[in-house]
């Protein structure tokens, strides 16, 4: 049923879908970074992917682009599963918010940015979450010291 909606999706937004990679019976779906609100409301609208379980950051430091911002979407009617992915550049670590698609996304989106630092656009109240407001840094960037703020950056093996 996933490669269905993918196929629905791919006519929606034929310039959108990057790349669509399915393992396990898992399928994902990297789409451009400009249009993940539209991405979002089409397969909450026309797929029925009704709730956002979660929304994370990846770091990929040392490569480009250096995040992903994931988000894994379920139907609860079917049971099915999709997870959509976006690339962002280090460079402008910012995506659209879609907490106008799911309001649970305003937790997920507050937590992405507080640990990672990737922020969110028109997010309705993008502050910390976790951390102290007067928090140095993101603590779950690959390059933050291990230690935590004043401290060298781990010189290790980054992957």
């Not at 451009?32 to 992917?49: H, S």
């Not at 993008?126 to 933050?144: A, F, Q, S, T």
Request: aromatic fraction near 10%; glycine fraction near 6%; charged fraction near 25%.
């Amino acid at each position: 049923m996933s490669q269905a909606v993918v196929a629905k999706l791919k006519g929606a937004f034929p310039a959108t879908v990057q790349e669509v990679k399915e393992h396990r019976g898992e399928v994902t779906v990297t789409v451009k970074r400009e249009d993940i609100v539209q991405v979002c409301d089409f397969l909450k609208k026309e797929a029925g992917y009704n709730f956002l379980c979660d929304l994370c950051g990846v770091d990929y430091l040392g490569q480009q682009p250096r995040f992903m911002v994931v988000y894994n979407l379920y139907n609860i009617t079917t049971k099915e599963r999709l997870r959509v992915k976006v690339a962002v550049p280090e460079e402008d670590a910012c995506v659209e918010t879609v907490s106008g698609v799911w309001s649970t996304a305003n937790w997920h989106e507050r937590e992405c940015w507080d640990l990672m630092g990737i922020r969110f656009a028109n997010h309705p109240d993008l502050r910390r979450i976790l951390m102290p407001e007067n928090w140095e840094g993101h603590p779950l960037r690959k390059d933050y010291p291990l230690q935590g703020p004043g401290r060298e950056p781990y010189q290790g093996r980054l992957s």
